[in-house]
């Protein structure tokens, strides 16, 4: 068995395919769940978009995904959020604005970071927030997610809902985050029940190894708890389903894979550097980066692997429905990426690294990741040609 770090869609069996049936089934209680709790928010947070025309409404489906998401982190974070002061505050999101200049400025900018974030935003371990929500209270939480580096795109996501919470009465805010806190508060518990047989070793990693982050850039995103994998792994699911259909129309298609499938290490593969990221050159047989680059050539979608997620997301002028990616990432990435690409008019799809491996976060030594190859042929397919063959 591979030293799995933090969380294994196999679980005990021999592949992830279980997997994939709890979580749709999981992901359709979620949302039924969320109709019942949370549709009038939905309906009347469409209604101000509409009203002050802010942008192009969505689905109800990706509403309930970013409020849920609000409600579990406002839980883990909010009481942070409120002891924090302002200079550090402001330090530690220059920081984060300096990191993006890529080279030594990044290095230097991780270096204080990590020092920073342990001291200043050290976050608790519970999911026990009472602070009381308000405007200003909101506000501090935003600016501490924006702080720590690892929350960009759900603040940007949470920008539509700060607006629409300014225009609430008092009361009527505390009513909306009393539902809002519910349904984040039913999501925890059930979510355990049902995939938390996937994420078992997060408590072991957090007690164990994570104390061993603390002064490292990655303290706050090495940290994050068990609930924060489940609401990914739902979001991914969430996510895929929305842009679905968009997806499938889309001309162009990309698979985007990280370095941690590559079966060489950074000195031997011979990947051949792109404007878009890494193509495989075909230096050894049995690596999965190459299996499925024969994959693609055969199926017509270009593959490449991305060093860092942001490093395919570029200023260019694309319209939306023009290109469809699926990313490949583990289960902490995945809803932050997908809202990325996006922002960059990309069509997002999802498939999860079985189990997290980087050398740089979760193993010492870096492991070999993998995915369920069932689930990228079905992700891919759009009925044309199937995947009759076995690639693998």
């Not at 608790?124 to 929500?133: C, E």
């Not at 607006?163 to 349904?183: P, R, V």
């Not at 193993?363 to 369920?372: A, E, H, L, P």
Request: aromatic share 12%.
């Amino acid at each position: 068995m591979k030293d799995i770090v933090t969380y294994s869609l196999n679980a005990d069996q021999i592949n992830s395919d279980n997997y994939y049936k709890d979580i749709a089934e999981f992901a359709e209680e979620v949302i039924l769940n969320g109709r019942s709790i949370i549709d009038s928010i939905i309906i009347d947070l469409k209604n101000y978009i509409s009203l002050k025309d802010m942008e192009t409404l969505r689905s109800d489906e990706e509403y309930l995904l970013e409020i849920l998401t609000l409600g579990t982190l406002w839980k883990l974070y909010s009481d942070d959020a409120a002891e924090l002061s302002e200079l550090p505050k402001n330090i530690m999101k220059k920081l984060v604005d300096f990191r993006k200049h890529g080279g030594k400025v990044k290095g230097g900018a991780d270096f204080i970071r990590g020092i920073l974030a342990t001291v200043f935003l050290f976050p608790n371990n519970n999911y026990k927030s009472n602070i009381k929500p308000s405007l200003k209270t909101f506000e501090k939480f935003l600016k501490w997610l924006s702080a720590s580096g690892e929350f960009e795109e759900e603040v940007q996501r949470f920008d539509i809902l700060k607006k629409y919470f300014f225009a609430l009465s008092e009361e009527k805010l505390e009513q909306t985050f009393f539902n809002i806190n519910s349904y984040a508060l039913w999501f925890n518990i059930r979510s355990e029940n049902l995939i938390g047989k996937y994420t078992v070793n997060v408590e072991t990693f957090l007690k164990d190894e994570y104390p061993k982050h603390k002064f490292k850039e990655d303290v706050i995103l090495c940290g994050r708890q068990r609930i924060e994998y489940h609401l990914n792994m739902t979001g991914a699911e969430i996510m895929n389903r929305s842009f679905r259909t968009d997806f499938l129309k889309t001309k162009i298609k990309k698979l985007l894979l990280p370095v941690c499938m590559r079966y060489n290490n950074e000195k031997n593969c011979k990947a051949q550097y792109t404007e878009d990221g890494y193509t495989c050159k075909d230096c050894i047989e049995n690596c999965k980066v190459n299996k499925l680059s024969k994959m693609g050539k055969k199926y017509g979608f270009e593959v490449l692997i991305i060093p860092h997620g942001s490093s395919v997301f570029k200023e260019k002028k694309i319209s939306y429905g023009e290109i469809g990616i699926v990313g490949v990432a583990c289960v902490l990435n995945l809803m932050s990426g997908g809202w990325k690409a996006r922002r960059f008019n990309l069509v997002p799809q999802c498939v999860i690294l079985d189990y997290c491996g980087c050398k740089k976060h979760w193993s010492n030594k870096g492991i070999v990741t993998d995915i369920n190859i069932n689930q990228l042929k079905q992700v891919l397919n759009s009925g044309g040609d199937s995947f009759t063959s076995s690639e693998f």
